[in-house]
C-alpha cells in the first residue's frame, strides 16, 4: 500500500469491490435488500445507476477529516445469486458516481 498526504490527492483513496456468492437466487435478493436498507438508514444518499446487473442501487456520503471533505461512493447490484459491491472514498474534489461505475462495469463484465 502506498501512503500519501491526503491533502494531495484528488479522486480516489480507496478503492474495494466484493462480490458475495449466495447459494440461491432468493437469498441473494434478501442479501442485497438488507444491504440497501441499511446504506438508507445510515443516511446515505441514494443515486441513480442506469442498467446494472438484475438490481443495482449506489449511494454517497461525505464526511470532514483533516480539512477535507471525503466523498464515499458505493454502488451495489445483484447479478443472480450473486452480490457485488464497489466502494471508492476519497478527496471529494474529482471523485463522483461515474468512477465507480465504471468500476462496477467491468467487473459486471467479467461476471458474465
Known amino acids: ?3 500519501a498526504d491526503p491533502r494531495d ?6 478503492i474495494a469491490s466484493a462480490a458475495t456468492v449466495f447459494r440461491t437466487v432468493s437469498g441473494a435478493r434478501a442479501g442485497f435488500r438488507q444491504a440497501v436498507q441499511a446504506a438508507t438508514r445510515s ?13 443495482a442501487a449506489a449511494f454517497t456520503t461525505q464526511r470532514q477529516a483533516q480539512g477535507l471533505t471525503f466523498a464515499q461512493f458505493v454502488v451495489r447490484w445483484r447479478q443472480s445469486n450473486v ?3 464497489i466502494v471508492i472514498e476519497g478527496n471529494a474534489f474529482g471523485l463522483d458516481l461515474g468512477y465507480a461505475m465504471r468500476l462496477a462495469r467491468l467487473q ?3 461476471e458474465r
Open 9 to 14: 490527492a484528488v479522486g480516489p483513496l480507496a
Open 1 to 3: 500500500m502506498r501512503q
Open 108 to 110: 459486471e463484465g467479467h
Open 43 to 55: 443516511g446515505a444518499t441514494a443515486l441513480s445507476t442506469g442498467p446494472l446487473g438484475d438490481q
Open 83 to 85: 452480490v457485488n459491491a
